[in-house]
C-alpha cells in the first residue's frame, strides 16, 4: 500500500547524484500534517527551495559537469548538484488532496533536466504492521 510522502523523506538522483537528499515541504495553505509530519504534494518540487542538491552529478548533460569534463581531457569530472526538475511529480495521488492539490505518493518520480529521475527511496513515515 502506498505511503503519504512528508517532510524529511529520502531521495535520490538516479543514476547521477552521489549522495541522498531530504524533501522539505513548504504548505501551499492550511499545512496538513500525517503522522506529525508535513505532508507534500506533487507542486513540492522546486529546486533547492523543496530538493536539495544530492551532493555531485556525474551527468554529462549537466552544463557543469561537461565543462569540466572537457577541461580534464575526457575525463569525467563531477560537479556541484543543483537539481533542475522539469515539471511536478509524477503521479500524484488520485483521490487524496492536500488544499486542492494531488498528495505525493511515495512511488512518484521526478525528472531532472540533467538526465537523472529523483526518486523517493523512504517516505519520511512507515507502515507498521502488528501481528
Known sequence: ???QTC?????????FGVAPSSLIVIPKGPPVSVKGMLAAT?????????IPPFGMC???????VASATAAALGVLTPMPC????VGPWKPGAIKTKIN???ALPDFAVCNCM??????IMNPGQFQVSVL
Open 82 to 85: 543543483l537539481p533542475v526538475p
Open 42 to 50: 506533487i507542486m513540492d518540487f522546486v529546486p533547492i527551495t523543496n
Open 114 to 119: 540533467w538526465g537523472g529521475v529523483i526518486k
Open 58 to 64: 556525474t551527468s554529462i548533460a549537466n552544463p557543469a
Open 7 to 15: 517532510m524529511g523523506a529520502t531521495l535520490q538522483c538516479i543514476p
Open 1 to 3: 500500500m502506498p505511503l
Open 100 to 102: 486542492k492539490l494531488p
